[in-house]
């Protein structure tokens, strides 16, 4: 459940009250990203600066509408960080690289996660021309753990094979994974920077270039990847989660789970 100090992010602020249980997966991950952030950031600032966010935090319980007096602590905490970002400037920048890394993970098991949940609820999209062995029939009980099994070698299989791939598929079985030119360009560029710090040390190649012929930098080149990015790259991902999520909920009738307390 989203806690109420959760909602200083904008991030979380922007989540609904209510998902399908692959975007609650996906939105507990995202607030472990942030919750892990502002420790980071907590632990480079002097016991003075931690003690005034505190009562911040504590006063308004996670809420935003801040006093003119708190507001003035929160503006002199965050222009004391950015100083220290100036003179760190490498050091927030590759917290930012591992950041985005567990992020877009985070993004690829939704997809893999909400196929599979689509599965279980209508188990017909599963027809096809495949093939699948006795053996393989045999080894379950019955037709619930065949379909249970089914699934999840079908979601395996476009795991492997990437986000195109996986948007074909969907195109196929009468779901659009996009809503906007906007998300989908965006959504590949953060996936393929994320393929190139995890298997390429951030260095432009040239599978790169052929999936983003456009970026301006050239193989060879180090991308330069700065931590106000991933703000930016992290309000995509979950802005694009949600959308999936509300439109695969009104396609399907998937069951919806609360993210946030009712109390």
């Known amino acids: 459940m989203i806690k109420p100090e959760d909602e200083l992010s904008f991030v979380v602020r922007s989540m609904p009250d209510s998902c399908t249980r692959s975007a609650y997966g996906f ?3 995202t607030i472990k990203l942030m919750r892990f952030s502002w420790f980071t950031l907590s632990s480079i600032l002097d016991n003075s600066r931690k003690v005034k966010i505190v009562e911040v935090l504590s006063k308004y319980g996670g809420g935003i509408d801040l ?12 222009n004391s960080l950015e100083r220290m970002e100036s003179e760190n400037t490498e050091v927030f920048d590759f917290e930012a690289e591992l950041f985005l890394c567990r992020m877009a993970d985070n993004y690829m098991i939704y997809l893999r996660d909400i196929i599979s949940e689509i599965y279980m609820k209508v188990p017909n999209m599963l027809r096809s021309s495949e093939q699948v062995t006795y053996d393989f029939v045999l080894q379950h009980s019955n037709m619930a753990d065949l379909i249970s099994s089914m699934a999840e070698r079908k979601v395996n299989e476009l795991s492997y094979k990437g986000l195109k791939e996986f948007e074909k598929y969907c195109e196929r079985n009468g779901l659009q994974l996009f809503s906007s030119e906007e998300f989908r360009s965006n959504i590949s560029l953060i996936l393929e920077i994320r393929n190139i710090i995890t298997h390429n040390r ?13 970026h301006p930098l050239n193989i060879g080149d180090n ?4 931590s106000e990015q ?6 995509t991902m979950v802005s694009s989660v949600f959308d999936i999520d509300a439109r695969v909920v009104g396609k399907f009738g998937l069951d ?7 109390s």
């Open 27 to 29: 939105a507990i991950e």
């Open 67 to 78: 006093s003119d007096e708190d507001k003035d602590v929160i503006v002199q905490i965050v």
């Open 202 to 214: 951030g260095v432009i190649s040239g599978v790169f270039k052929r999936r983003i012929p456009n």
């Open 223 to 226: 991308i330069s990847y700065a």
């Open 230 to 235: 991933f703000h930016d790259d992290s309000e």
């Open 256 to 262: 919806l789970v609360p993210l946030r307390s009712s």
